[in-house]
């Protein structure tokens, strides 16, 4: 017999209005939801619906275990068409949860992430708590589905959109300034490493010529890992098991990457100025620049996030301006060491 008959609702759910984003889920879950012991059949879930209907609609059923924690999640459609012998067990999918200290916001964004209808709430043991549903987050769901793309673009630039639409001049200097003072450092710091291999770049003009190239490539392939890590913290935040296997999987991405890139511009520049060294010295930097830039576009924004920043606008200008001087320092150091 399914022990999850709805409990009667203890509150009345308040509508979200704005400036709400930063208040605790917790304040807008409702407790009846139809929850299923994982060793009930089909016959059992539906009789005890019959003789107890939930007051309210029924979006999913979900699975939890004698300790009340969350298992999975059986859509209405399965378990309604299962077989009466058929055990919740058999029947239930892997499930997307919420933690109850999560925000609306972040409860938002699982919305625009997953595309479902609701999402269990779960707390630090992992037994349910209760449901939101997208009823409650309509609009803000919409708001945020429209502005997301736009708002990732300028945050990684160092722009806080928001504020930057609020502030006045003065104000919206001096958020963006700071900022952009990683980009001027990057810059000079790229210049004094140039400096020191100035004999090596009057004596091979390609080598200058090429390096707008490398740099570009190390900050596009940076930009995509960032945008992917970004898109991984709208899922579920920070942890370890899934950060590794993000490095993981962008070192392997960025290395064949950095080895067709690498091997394409080596070629042209061979072509151009038949200096085989030369183009062997940009085509390895190119690789060795990208597998660098790739995994710094994973690593810094989970550093930043992990102690509670905002990675969108402190990683992505210290990210591009790390990347630059590691660029130039592979750059000059390989070429100089194949053109000694």
Not at 203 to 211: G, K, N, R, Y
Request: charge should be neutral; glycine fraction near 8%.
């Amino acid at each position: 017999m399914p022990s999850a008959v709805p409990e009667p609702r203890e509150f009345r759910l308040k509508p979200i209005g704005r400036g709400k984003l930063e208040e605790p889920i917790r304040n807008y879950v409702h407790k009846d939801v139809v929850s299923l012991p994982v060793s009930a059949t089909a016959a059992e879930v539906l009789e005890g619906l019959r003789r107890n209907p939930p007051q309210a609609s029924i979006i999913y059923f979900y699975a939890v275990d004698g300790d009340g924690q969350l298992r999975g999640v059986v859509p209405t459609r399965r378990m309604l068409t299962a077989g009466p012998d058929r055990k919740v067990s058999e029947l239930m999918n892997r499930v997307v949860s919420i933690p109850d200290t999560a925000t609306v916001e972040e409860a938002c964004e699982f919305f625009v992430l997953h595309h479902f209808l609701a999402f269990p709430v779960v707390d630090g043991e992992g037994r349910l708590v209760g449901v939101i549903d997208v009823n409650l987050f309509t609009d803000e769901v919409f708001d945020m589905n429209e502005s997301r793309a736009a708002a990732d673009l300028f945050q990684l630039i160092g722009v806080r959109a928001e504020e930057a639409r609020k502030r006045w001049p003065w104000g919206a200097f001096k958020d963006r300034f700071p900022w952009l003072l990683c980009n001027i450092a990057g810059g000079v710091l790229c210049a004094m490493v140039a400096s020191r291999y100035e004999a090596l770049l009057n004596q091979f003009i390609v080598l200058a010529l090429f390096l707008p190239v490398v740099l570009t490539l190390a900050e596009s392939v940076s930009i995509q890992a960032m945008t992917l890590t970004l898109q991984g913290f709208h899922a579920g935040g920070v942890r370890l098991g899934a950060f590794l296997a993000a490095v993981t999987r962008e070192f392997g991405t960025a290395a064949l990457l950095g080895l067709a890139a690498g091997a394409l511009v080596a070629a042209v520049s061979w072509l151009w100025t038949g200096q085989g060294l030369a183009a062997l010295a940009i085509g390895g930097s190119i690789a060795l620049a990208m597998l660098t830039a790739a995994l710094l576009g994973i690593i810094l924004p989970t550093v930043v996030r992990a102690f509670r920043g905002d990675p969108k606008v402190a990683a992505g200008p210290v990210v591009l301006a790390v990347g630059d001087v590691l660029t130039v320092l592979f750059y000059m150091n390989l070429a100089g060491l194949l053109l000694k």
